[in-house]
Every structure is written in C-alpha cells, then in structure tokens.
C-alpha cells in the first residue's frame, strides 16, 4: 500500500507541474497599447500668473522634487512637469511632442540647462512647464 500511495503522489505532483507549465506558457498576453500618433495636439503654455490657483498650489507643493501631474477644468486640460531643484538659474524645458494617439495624450519634454557663457543666478532653481490643450478624458503618458 505504501508504493501505491507513493506512485500516485508521483502522478499528482507530475500532473500539477504540467498544469503549472502549461498555464504559464499559454498565459494571458498584455496587449501592447497603440502609441502610433493620430494627430498633433494644439497647446499654449501657461504663465504662473495664469494658473488656475488649485493647479498653482499643488506646483508650488510639489517643485522641490521632479513631478509629473494633470488638471483639468472647463477652460481645459493642463499639464505640468516639473523637474525639481537645479542648482542656478539658465535651465528651460522644451516640449518635444504632444499628440493624441488612439487611447492616450503623449508629452515629451526635456530639461535644457544654461548655455556656455550665459549669465545664471547663484541662487537655486525649480523649472517647471505647464501647457494647456484641448478637454480630453485620455490618460497622458509622459515620456
């Protein structure tokens, strides 16, 4: 009897390691998402003075450290990023694109930093860009 029990817990555990492979090699697929680019989105960047003051404090909150945030309101979609403290003054953020694609809003920015020889402050720095486009409901993704 005890070979009996012994030969079948040799088939339990063979027959749940084959579940176990083939579970995992016929698993479910992520299906990538389709980044391909419908159209470029219209924007304005938006000076400190023309935020909306709820998006103005929550910059202000979060400047220290690099952020990435989205608000929206009736006036439209705003997008921020931020790049935290820099050690002077002279840096600049560039938009490289923004476009719509088929289920989401995609930015590319990037940290541009003082040019040779310019004159820059001693004192620290906290770059940030806000751009309004278009209400849109899609998920931004930042690149």
Sequence with gaps: ????VSGKMVWVVFLLCWVMMVRFLTGCSVEK?????V????S???G?????????????????????????????LYIAV??????????????NELYLTENSIVIDTELLGPEKGE???????????????????NPVIFQ
Excluded: H, W
Excluded at 33 to 37: F, G, M, T
Excluded at 39 to 42: A, F, V, W
Excluded at 69 to 74: F, H, Q
């Design 33 to 37: 998402e389709n980044q391909d680019k």
């Design 39 to 42: 159209r470029d989105l219209e």
């Design 1 to 4: 009897m005890g070979k009996r």
């Design 82 to 95: 931020g790049y935290g403290e820099q050690p002077t003054g002279g840096y600049s953020i560039s938009v």
């Design 44 to 46: 304005t960047v938006v």
């Design 48 to 76: 400190e003075a023309e935020l909306p003051e709820e998006l103005k404090s929550l910059v202000e909150e979060k400047k220290a450290a690099p952020f990435k945030l989205t608000y929206s309101n009736d006036q439209g």
């Design 119 to 137: 004159t820059v402050g001693v004192e620290k720095s906290y770059p940030y860009l806000v751009v309004q486009t278009e209400s849109l409901e």
